[in-house]
T-cell receptor, first 116, second 114 residues
């Protein structure tokens, strides 16, 4: 079945570092990918919608210069957390829609980001 | 815009008892509805989804949910729970014309006791 791969699954880095998270659709083309953030014991909050070949659409309150999204191909979207700080520590999850089937999105397994 | 309300933040229940996790949504357009389960330190697993057709949807692990358009609800039920069902459950909604942008409820912690 359709699979969305997210990498890395876990990252620990120092404050001030920029961290890139990849989201790949392995066996389908995804015109749209979504990025979510989940703080401990909270729900998933949509951060942005990533559209292949165009700029991402950010939700209210999400800093686009802080969270850079690139969707350069139909199978890959990346989220870069720039100059990360401890408050950016969270669980980041991506999802992707299968363009051909027009079915609801498939989720990646998430990336746990810890900023020291 | 859509919104999702999960009415219970925590639901404790004894093993082999039935359980219902409540979910209400609001939307100005037609929607798809989902229930996901998340075990500690893991990603999301889709339990079931309502896209169209029969309002009673059966999912994995013995769960089912019923879409009630008039009450804008999509409650999740299981007739007999197991210890292994202890997890966080999220109700979610996505609008049919919005590229499947999905909004999640706050989650319900199901705690199954022996």
């Amino acid at each position: 079945g359709a699979v969305v791969s997210q990498h890395p699954s876990r990252v620990i880095c120092k404050s001030g570092t920029s961290v890139k998270i990849e989201c790949r659709s392995l066996d389908f083309q995804a015109t749209t990918m979504f990025w979510y953030r989940q703080f401990p014991k909270q729900s998933l909050m949509l951060m942005a919608t990533s559209n292949e070949g165009s700029k991402a659409t950010y939700e209210q309150g999400v800093e686009k210069d802080k969270f850079l999204i690139n969707h350069a191909s139909l199978t890959l979207s990346t989220l870069t957390v720039t100059s990360a700080h401890p408050e950016d520590s969270s669980f980041y999850i991506c999802s992707a829609n299968d363009r051909e089937s027009n079915q609801p999105q498939h989720f990646g397994d998430g990336t746990r980001l810890s900023i020291l | 815009a859509q919104s999702v309300t999960q009415l219970d933040s925590q639901v404790p229940v004894f093993e082999e008892a039935p359980v219902e996790l409540r979910c209400n949504y609001s939307s100005s357009v037609s929607v798809y509805l989902f229930w996901y389960v998340q075990y500690p330190n893991q990603g999301l697993q889709l339990l079931l989804k309502y896209l169209s057709g029969s309002t009673l949807v059966k999912g994995i692990n013995g769960f089912e949910a019923e879409f009630n358009k008039s009450q804008t609800s999509f409650h999740l039920r299981k007739p007999s729970v197991h210890i292994s069902d202890t997890a966080e459950y999220f109700c979610a909604v996505s609008d049919r014309g919005g590229g499947f942008k999905t909004i999640f409820g706050a989650g319900t912690r199901l705690f199954v006791k022996a």
